[in-house]
């Protein structure tokens, strides 16, 4: 406990933060409510109990209304309800800050999911365009240079989906298993890409490990390698990968960097959503890893010091993927492939760009396309149709009535066996039952293989070869 008899001795006493301030009005050097406000103004957060005499109640209830915690009288107060004051103080003081970080995480969930809504439409189309200029057979001094464009638009989608998760507006959704190898060897141009110049990344994968999700794997050795080789910060020296098993039920993931360090307060708050610490970055990566390592049941441990560098350990158990089998690649198999569709199809999404990618994509594979800038358009130009409409790619997030409800109009009108499905930035609550129940779903950004899957799986375009 740190008394002190003045208000200029107080304000150089709080900081840092005690756990609470005994104040009284009386002090020599401060007048009435001076002193309240004066120490608030130096650390809005203090927890305050007002220390006044019995008269200068009127005055005890102002300072809770500036932001004091409680208020007891000198003299007539027992040790009893000082403990009780004290004690209501720090509950209260708690209480408030648990309820302003909730607001503020709420804030910025809302943020980030704008942010991500707006970053998704964007991608998309480029997305589109690379791969329906890859798909043509550009020459090969081109392919390279589309390929990293193509990279470089994968790696903002991540972004995109680590606001979104984030902000719990991404779902789980079943995805490939892929050995940690396999990840790897996927990942590993964009690694290439994250490393700075006189930083060298080393990898080293144990072979034949067990599968894993690729998607939260990838996303999880993405993030840590970046946020490894953020921290280097133009400094000379390594970022080690290493994946290897520990036993036989725990595969362990370690990445190191003799980057710039944390020091004890940066590492106290680094799992914290949108905090960059020191080396400064986006303030995602960490806390959208803890999320997949905890959807996967593994744990997370980080050492730092402050010039010394990171270490940081992640540990997955692996027998729970052991029954998963590996499924193969099908994107070499629709590139050679020369799919065909035909008849009417209708593209509903509020993004110009994103929709005219998308009509030339299905032009592209033998579709007659019409579109539609929002639901209502969508409804109308359904109505007016004279011909069958084969399928609909409908926007979820369109101004005006939303994409469950336009796929409900349009099998009002044009029947309930319409084949629909949902475009969309993060994967919604969809209906069990009932008209609006799209036939699929679609993740923006999506490449054009996945929407070819999709058409294939849903039976609108068949699959022909050219002759060799």
Known sequence: MDCVETLALAKERVDPRPDLVLLDLGLPDASRLEAVEELLAVDPELTLVILTVEHQEELAREALRIGAQDFVFKGSASERELRRAITFALERARFIRLRREQQRLETLGLLASGIAHDLTNYLSPALLHVDMV???????GLVDHLERIRLATERATGLARKLLSYAGRAEAREGSFLSPERVVEEIKPILDLSCPSGASLEVRVEPKLPLFDADALGEILLNLVSNACEAMQGRRGKVELDVRAQGEDTVVL??????????????ERCFEPFFAGESGGQGLGLSVVRHLVEGL????????????GTTVEVRLPARVNRPIKQQPSTSGYLRRSKPRGAGTVLVADDEDELRL???????GLGFDVIEAANGESALELARELEEPLVFALVDYSMTGIDGLETIAGLREILG??????????????????GMGVPSG??????SRGELLRELLRLGVVELGFPQE
């Not at 003799?258 to 020091?263: I, L, T, Y």
């Not at 049941?297 to 010394?308: F, H, K, Q, R, V």
């Open 357 to 363: 990618v998308v009509g030339l994509l299905l032009s």
């Open 441 to 446: 779903c679609l993740t923006k950004p999506a």
């Open 416 to 433: 309930s066996d319409l084949i629909t499905i949902l475009y969309s930035g993060f994967v919604p609550k969809l209906p069990s039952e």
């Open 134 to 140: 890859l798909s043509s057979s550009p020459p090969d």
């Open 254 to 267: 370690l990445v190191r960097d003799e980057g710039c360090g944390m020091s004890p307060e940066v590492r």
């Open 297 to 308: 049941s593994g744990t997370i441990e980080l050492e730092s010091a402050a010039g010394l």
